[in-house]
T-cell receptor, first 114, second 108 residues
């Protein structure tokens, strides 16, 4: 198993540009989530999905969209990037939401918005 | 709203020293607390999970304690090694919250 993979590893955007952060897992996990990590603030939940076709907002969803058309993929879209979205983004998955404690994390995507 | 704080933000210790990392949370109604390790440029790796009914968990040189009443958890690392250098994160899972309920009466 490749586990949780994220692409790209690093991205530079200009304000107003859009982009999609990719996340994929090959463990047949139902629960997937996106976090952002900022200095001094720990990880904050952006969006999550409990299964294909089901998504919901986390703590900081504004400015981000997600979709879950397949069990394997959970892309995160920035519609109009802002400097405040400069952060490190982590995707995670687990067998179910109840199994949150056994989440597998991807290596992260470092995003810089100028 | 649950707030989780870790102090200090950075710590430097000589090899071999025992150390304690602190984690504080504001809402004591937690389901469990988990300690993670994060290496530079990498994702998170789970170290220890403490259920709300437990007071501590141990794994090798690591010992995590939980005091819900005071909203605190500590991660004790014995005989620190250079390989322990990383960022340590704690995370709390809040207990499930029930709705107020709907009383259904089916009439004849």
């Amino acid at each position: 198993n490749a586990g949780v993979t994220q692409t790209p590893k690093f991205q530079v955007l200009k304000t107003g540009q859009s982009m999609t952060l990719q996340c994929a897992q090959d463990m047949n996990h139902e629960y997937m989530s996106w976090y952002r990590q900022d200095p001094g603030m720990g990880l904050r939940l952006i969006h999550y999905s409990v299964g294909a076709g089901i998504t919901d907002q986390g703590e900081v969803p504004n400015g981000y969209n997600v979709s879950r058309s397949t069990t394997e993929d959970f892309p995160l879209r920035l519609l109009s990037a802002a400097p405040s979205q400069t952060s490190v983004y982590f995707c995670a998955s687990s067998y179910s939401q109840d199994a949150w404690e056994t989440q597998y994390f991807g290596p992260g995507t470092r995003l810089l918005v100028l | 709203k649950q707030e989780v704080t870790q102090i200090p933000a950075a710590l430097s210790v000589p090899e071999g020293e025992n150390l304690v990392l602190n984690c504080s949370f504001t809402d004591s109604a937690i389901y469990n607390l988990q300690w993670f390790r994060q290496d530079p440029g990498k994702g998170l790796t789970s170290l220890l999970l403490i259920q709300s009914s437990q007071r501590e968990q141990t794994s090798g040189r690591l010992n995590a304690s939980l005091d819900k009443s005071s909203g605190r958890s500590t991660l004790y690392i014995a005989a620190s090694q250079p390989g322990d250098s990383a960022t340590y994160l704690c995370a709390v899972k809040i207990r499930v919250t029930f709705g107020t309920g709907t009383r259904l009466q089916v009439t004849l």
